[in-house]
């Protein structure tokens, strides 16, 4: 055939739009027809299949040669260097060398061997496809996609004999160097702290030697005015400067802890050791602070947990003197999606993906259980005075009951699975979110029966993800796909649109605080007035993965999750308290009434419950242990009497 000849009419030549005008078009849908597609039932004699059998040959280097192939594809500029991936993909008749450089044989093998058929190879030989597939397409910053515990481990382990892409590579040493941050996330964590003490008790120290100085001045003027003005900044001055030496020696102690690689007990008793001390003289310090916002120091109360956490896991140690501190159980078959405490009794409610409720008391026995036939049970949420129950279901329903697993009523709350579920403080209101962008509010004059429904609330960005009543329930708050907090009245007006994004949101009990809080995915806490809805405080977290925030009973900690199995304990002024490591993905964070444990829901479906201790117990605690140690008993005796 020439350009300028007719090309032969095809046997079966279709209608108007299946015309052919040239010998191109014409050369090409035979190709089409007779080679490309449906190839495997025409290569007779095979050609195609021994092509195909070399490219997908299962060996070592399977990986590394789609890999390369897929670059090729993707007209990647590769220059030969005779590696064993390029010498097979070279023997196969796929590829050849042309000017210096590797392109396809011929355009029929392109088409033959796509780059959706590489692509779709490349997915199911690794066993982190998807993730690493979105992490490529954030430009490899989107660090939540990177592998962590035993997902890590299992993919090293089926890489070790392989030869890996680039890309895997690179995919593989960032998961690893993020566990190597967050191992090393507490030793930075103590170090910012130290350095923020230390900047805020220099800046003590400048007011302290100002107000020396102005008490000389007026001197000739007021002797005893001034004597008491001076004395009162050389209080302060000493104030500040006990408070830099506790909280640097509460930091040694728990850099001492972290950063032994064997952890071997007696590291960890000297280190203990050190914690006590600095501990004992923060509580010098705090006896006339009630609050643990005024603690000037709080890096020994968060040292004796953690090393306290070390010594309970070491099992060489015997721990007898220390009590048990937390303790867990399988509570559900899949994750558990939610844990609440019951406001008046000494039980909590666990739901999870298997469709189930159940009842709990502290010591991990079941009380109750039911299915709750709602396909997946998103929250539970136990009425304010504790009477019965309210579920969020993957069905659209809300449903009610009792604390034996009896339905008391349902209603069908918004198109699409409900995500979120709260009450008002007086229990007279219900909200409900989900995933329709829509939020609503519904009137409970009886829980067993007449649900109203009284408005929706709409205008969100894609999923609502959460819905809160204030503590005086005069607004609630919603929290959409896209970060934005907005807040509404009780009559579905909106009211107000915060300035900061965030991805979880939390008030405090009724009449404790005047705050609540919201946490953004890179970690930063910004506490907002309740009234005027100003923001009011804010500090960083050293979360880079934040997913939740949960105020305490008392309203004087603030509990946030990140995606790195870790529970971190902060006061109002941002001074991390505590840290709490788990072996699963943490879901979700409850607290009981009093304060003094968090439950905690688990991706594979186990609940922890997890003691929450202040600076008197951990004391208590550490010497005891120390005390019962005989090579420890005369130097503890010293610090602990």
């Not at 090293?156 to 680039?166: E, I, T």
């Not at 189930?356 to 929250?379: C, D, H, P, T, Y």
Request: with cysteine; charged share 20%; proline share 4%.
């Amino acid at each position: 055939l020439t350009p300028h000849s007719p090309p032969p009419a095809p046997p079966c030549q279709g209608g108007e739009k299946d015309k052919i005008h040239t010998a191109k078009e014409w050369v090409e849908k035979v190709v089409r027809l007779k080679i490309v597609e449906n190839w495997e039932s025409q290569d007779v004699p095979e050609h195609l299949s021994t092509i195909r059998d070399r490219l997908f040959k299962e060996n070592q280097r399977i990986i590394r040669r789609l890999g390369l192939y897929q670059q090729i594809l993707q007209q990647v500029e590769i220059v030969p260097d005779g590696s064993a991936e390029q010498m097979e993909l070279r023997l196969s008749g796929l590829i050849l060398k042309r000017r210096e450089k590797l392109t396809i044989s011929n355009p029929i093998y392109e088409a033959v061997f796509n780059k959706e058929l590489i692509a779709q190879k490349l997915d199911k030989l690794s066993p982190y496809s998807e993730a690493i597939k979105v992490w490529l397409n954030s430009n490899c910053e989107d660090d939540s996609q990177l592998l962590r515990g035993d997902d890590l481990q299992s993919a090293l382990v089926w890489a070790a004999d392989k030869s890996l892409r680039n890309e895997d590579f690179q995919f593989l040493t960032s998961s690893q160097k993020v566990i190597l941050s967050n191992q090393n996330q507490l030793l930075h964590s103590a170090q910012i702290q130290t350095r923020t003490a230390q900047v805020e008790a220099e800046s003590a120290k400048q007011k302290a030697k100002q107000w020396i100085g102005i008490g000389s001045a007026v001197l000739a003027g007021s002797l005893v005015g001034a004597i008491g003005f001076s004395t009162l900044a050389y209080q302060r001055f000493k104030l500040a400067q006990a408070s830099i030496e506790i909280e640097q020696n509460g930091s040694d102690a728990l850099l001492l802890a972290v950063s032994q690689k064997t952890e071997n007990s007696q590291a960890l008793s000297e280190a203990l050791l050190r914690a006590i001390a600095s501990g004992k003289r923060l509580k010098t310090l705090v006896e006339n602070k009630p609050h643990l916002e005024q603690y000037p120091a709080t890096r020994p109360l968060l040292a004796l947990q953690v090393i306290l956490d070390k010594i309970s896991g070491k099992e060489q140690i015997k721990a007898s003197s220390l009590p048990q501190r937390k303790m867990n159980w399988q509570a559900h078959a899949g994750a558990v999606t939610s844990v609440s405490f019951s406001p008046n009794k000494q039980i909590l409610a666990t739901a999870g993906i298997d469709d189930r409720v159940r009842i709990w008391n502290f010591s991990g026995q079941k009380l109750a259980e039911w299915k709750a036939l709602q396909q997946s049970v998103n929250m539970v949420n136990f009425s304010p005075d504790g009477n019965f129950l309210a579920t969020a279901g993957r069905d659209s329903t809300v449903k009610f009951w009792n604390l034996s697993g009896k339905k008391l009523s349902q209603v069908k709350a918004i198109e699409g699975s409900v995500t979120s579920i709260s009450f008002s403080p007086e229990g007279k209101l219900l909200a409900a979110a989900g995933i329709d962008s829509n939020a609503a509010i519904w009137e409970l004059p009886k829980p067993q029966k007449n649900i109203l429904s009284i408005l929706k609330l709409s205008g969100h960005n894609g999923l609502v993800r959460s819905v809160n009543f204030s503590p005086q329930g005069d607004f609630l708050t919603t929290l959409d796909g896209k970060s934005t907090v907005r807040i509404w009245s009780l009559s579905g007006k909106l009211e107000k649109t915060l300035a900061v994004p965030a991805i979880g949101i939390s008030f405090p009990p009724p009449g404790r605080q005047y705050r609540f809080a919201t946490v953004t995915l890179n970690g930063k806490v910004c506490l907002w007035n309740l009234l005027e809805k100003e923001l009011v405080n804010e500090f960083e977290t050293l979360h880079l993965d934040a997913k939740s925030i949960s105020f305490s009973p008392d309203g004087e900690r603030l509990a946030t999750v990140g995606i790195d199995k870790t529970v971190r304990l902060w006061n109002l002024a941002g001074r991390q308290v505590a840290q709490f490591e788990f072996e699963e993905n943490v879901v979700s964070v409850g607290w009981s009434r009093d304060g003094r444990q968090i439950a905690v829901a688990g991706s594979n479906g186990t609940v922890w419950l997890r003691q929450v201790e202040g600076l008197a117990e951990l004391l208590k605690q550490s010497c005891n242990f120390l005390s019962s140690q005989p090579e420890y008993l005369r130097r503890v005796s010293t610090i602990c009497k």
